[in-house]
């Protein structure tokens, strides 16, 4: 994955904020600091990426839960969503909870999908069900869990990064479709938290859960045409004989898969351009000369 500028800014702050958590040095007289991070950006962004990396730089172990992946309390074949946090806040030091694709829980319907949603607030407001969590859990031999002990990991060790895509919020508050070249950088990244309350496209029960978010945008035109020559894409254009310009690259269609799918398309043709022509493969006589010379 390529960092650009707004992945290390969103990382620099996430990591701020997490080593702040670890340490335990993070309360006040009279006030209590948000540290939960919110990762907002467009797809292929590097919402996951930068997640999992601020996970692995902190020392911590990285458990990431999606929408699809959700188990609400209660269900009978598998072991509840709340219930896996619990196991690693058990089995690590540091955790990293990922709730992503957070703007996927807004519409929740259903009794199946209300169970969902109850368990998700429980888990970012830390409440979680730990008398029936011991009841159903088997330990080691001789090894003795308290409800207190389970209490203190989970207030300790258990930092939760939350990321959604929420496009609408960009798209709404500037009045464009997208976060591409049609605005700078300047300005994608002028979206601030007011402007995000007043949208009320991230549910303010939502935010009061986290602290304000960071945010990802996709390259610059700048940031691509540097891209396009460290990932040696240009170089690769050059042998096809095309020209790869940044403005002819769509962010919108995918994130830094566009960049992928392009790399892609360009090393098939230059493969393709050095293929001799007539049959593929080895002639008979060839591949007859191969098997008497072979060994086996």
């Excluded at 601020?54 to 911590?60: I, S």
């Excluded at 402007?195 to 496209?201: D, G, H, L, P, T």
């Excluded at 992928?260 to 398309?265: G, K, S, Y």
């Excluded at 230059?270 to 008497?292: H, I, M, R």
Aim: proline share 4%; with cysteine.
């Amino acid at each position: 994955m390529i960092e650009t500028n707004s992945h290390r800014a969103a990382r620099d702050t996430l990591l701020a904020m997490g080593n702040l958590f670890f340490s335990g040095k993070h309360t006040l007289p009279k006030i209590r600091l948000r540290l939960n991070g919110l990762i907002v950006g467009p797809t292929g962004a590097g919402k996951s990426f930068l997640a999992e990396s601020v996970a692995r730089q902190l020392g911590a172990k990285y458990f990431r839960v999606t929408r699809g992946d959700w188990l609400p309390t209660g269900c009978r074949d598998k072991r509840s969503t709340a219930f896996q946090v619990l196991d690693q806040v058990l089995s690590y030091d540091r955790v990293v909870l990922h709730l992503d694709e957070l703007d996927k829980f807004s519409n929740l319907q259903g009794e199946w999908s209300a169970s969902i949603g109850a368990d998700l607030w429980n888990i970012l407001d830390k409440k979680f069900q730990i008398t029936e969590y011991l009841r159903e859990t088997t330990f080691k031999e001789g090894e003795k869990i308290t409800e207190q002990d389970v209490a203190r990991r989970v207030r300790l060790g258990l930092w939760i990064l939350g990321s959604g895509t929420w496009q609408d919020v960009f798209a709404n508050s500037r009045g464009r479709p997208s976060i591409g070249f049609g605005c700078g950088r300047a300005e994608a990244s002028d979206v601030g938290f007011a402007e995000i309350v007043r949208s009320n496209e991230i549910s303010p029960e939502l935010l009061l859960r986290f602290s304000e978010p960071v945010f990802l945008h996709y390259p610059t035109e700048e940031e691509t045409s540097q891209l396009l020559d460290s990932t040696g894409i240009s170089a690769l254009a050059s042998q096809v004989g095309v020209r790869i310009s940044p403005e002819q690259l769509d962010w919108n269609l995918g994130g830094m898969r566009v960049l992928e799918n392009l790399a892609t398309r360009l090393v098939i043709e230059l493969y393709k351009s050095k293929q001799p022509t007539g049959p593929a493969g080895p002639s008979s006589n060839d591949a007859d000369a191969k098997v008497e010379q072979s060994p086996y």
